[in-house]
């Protein structure tokens, strides 16, 4: 006969997700420390409310992904893509797809656009959230 499950005992389901979460929020941890060029540049630009007066997060855990950007009150994910985007242009796609289908809007850029750009990146950042609001 099966024992009763413990009050609060997790299922090995539940174990497991709570695994992956934790290894997500280490994983963001690491890319924090780890940015690239461009991600500097444009967190450099995005922190402090400095873009229309928004907060800005990075390397936030959107299960089962990690977004580079995110506002949460514009509900708007910034990604900065890299020459290894040009390899994953159909998972990217789908990535893309089910953060939107949460109801998040998603900008991405190059990291030369970002790096080259940097103006013409901004603006665009602005006119999403100001048209938002």
Known sequence: MDKPAK??????????????????QSRARVLRRQASEAEK????????????????????????YIVDFVCLEARLIIEADGG??????????????????????VLRFWNHQVLGELQNVLEEISRVLLEDS
């Open 41 to 64: 540049v444009l967190w450099r630009q995005l922190r402090g409310r400095q873009l229309e007066g928004y907060k800005f997060r990075r390397q936030v855990v959107f299960e089962p």
């Open 84 to 105: 290894q985007h040009t390899d994953r242009v159909a998972y990217d796609a789908l990535r893309t797809a089910k953060l939107e289908s949460k109801g998040y809007r």
């Open 7 to 24: 009050k609060g005992s997790l299922s090995q389901w539940e174990r497991d997700r709570v695994r992956d979460s934790k290894h997500l």
